[in-house]
């Protein structure tokens, strides 16, 4: 389970890479009723999504030649520099070296080695978004990837995650949490491909879950202001509701309702 009592290994960060940011602040406005916040002149477009006043995600236009509009999730490390050279020793691939934002933090950006894009986050006066597992929230984290083996021994060696096998229909499932944290601070999952999808030109990606109060009606709001719904929305036995939706520019992210436990 996601908190805001942020450890090394865990989300704490997210932010959206978009071509038009003000499109984009008003379509995951009229979907989770978010309002974009400047981070200032000198922060090139980037900017804060709120909800009540608490930070719940990052928003800036795309910067390198070719990017996609996508969602990436940040994960804490204690040193920047050490879980750089740890990516390489793993087999990842370095996008970003470590940065420092100010005062706010270090940040770095990386490539695993199935292909998905993460970055992570060495806290300064910014430890990591304000709220997670409340409504319009971040609550989960998932890869879906190539070749799920490989991604759970990367993020081991990496993060030290631990990583527990979760039996699901016709899908190769692990559940991740930090090292030490036990199944209780799972922060997300890692799925294999399922063998009936042809894999050709499909890249393995993470993707941010939003909690919100009705599933549906968030689909719903999520279409009439442009974006699309990939899957039909569906109960998951001991999850909740969900679905899976794509943003006006092309980003993914899905929604849950969680079941009450």
Known sequence: M???????????????????????????GGVFGWE?????????????????????A?????????ASPAWTVYFQTADAEATARAVERAGGAVRMEP???????????????????FATWQPGDTRGIDAVNVPNTLCWS???????????????????????????AEVDYTVVSPPGGGRDAAHGGIMQFPPQVEVGELRSKWYPYFEVEDCDVAVSAAVH????????????????????????FGAQFALITSEAG
């Open 225 to 248: 202001h442009g974006g699309t719904a990939l899957t039909a929305t569906d109960d998951a036995p001991g999850l909740g509701r969900m679905s899976m939706v794509l943003d006006p």
């Open 142 to 168: 998932e890869l879906h990837t190539t070749d799920a083996q490989a991604a759970v021994d990367f993020y081991r060696q990496v993060f030290g995650w631990e990583a527990e096998r979760t039996p699901m």
């Open 99 to 117: 940065m420092d934002v100010f005062t706010a933090g270090r940040l770095a950006q990386f490539t695993d080695p199935t292909g998905a894009d």
């Open 2 to 28: 996601l908190t805001t009592h942020y450890v090394p290994g865990a989300p704490v960060w997210l932010d959206l890479g978009a071509p038009d940011t003000g499109a984009a602040a008003a379509f995951y």
């Open 58 to 66: 990052g928003l800036g236009p795309l910067m390198e030649e070719g």
């Open 36 to 56: 974009f916040q400047s981070a200032g002149p000198d922060a090139g477009g980037y900017g804060m999504l709120q909800l009540d006043g608490s930070t719940v």
